[in-house]
């Protein structure tokens, strides 16, 4: 008997159809899609949220002395005249700073392995490259979704039925986090 369905694809459509519903999952807090493949998604994102609970608070405080650009009121960096040459100002300013773990960094790049990375674009730029911003997925997973099922025992999410698919007839579900 077969540990997982294989869903009609190959191992590599599969791995990435999996990948690509867990990232969606975890980004937006629910997915609509087939009772098969929910049933193969909510293992992978289940193992994600423990792997994710257990390192939560793996992490150490650190202070350390970085160097800013000053800047003026309009937001852009001040020069000053050296050598001939005009060269931006910088101040030394203290920052605290999360440093992970050894497992905290494994657990990491575990999440990493299977979550793809995610860019959000504004409604108003669609179709642009401007304003767009990186999700870290694994930081949010980490810092937010942890948070949550700290005292859970497992069963972070919730398969819900909504009914057939017009088509073919598939069971449709919602996957949500709970």
Known sequence: MADYRKLSKTSAQRKALLRSQVTALIANGKIITTEARAKEVRKIAEK????????????????????????????????????????PVYETVEK?????????????????????????????????KKNTKKVDLTDKLLNEIAGKY????????R??????????AAMEVLLELV
């Open 48 to 87: 994600l949220i423990t792997l994710a609970v257990r390192e939560k608070d793996n992490f150490e405080t650190v202070t350390i002395n970085a160097k800013v650009a000053v800047k003026d009121k309009d937001g852009r960096r001040q020069k000053e005249e050296k050598d001939g040459k005009m060269v």
């Open 96 to 128: 605290q700073i999360k440093k992970d773990k050894p497992s905290r960094l494994a657990a990491r790049k575990q999440m990493d392995k299977i979550l793809y990375g995610q860019t959000i674009v504004p409604a108003d730029n669609s179709g642009k």
């Open 150 to 157: 700290t005292s859970r025992q497992g069963g972070y999410t």
């Open 159 to 168: 398969i819900v039925k909504i009914g057939p698919r017009r088509g073919d």
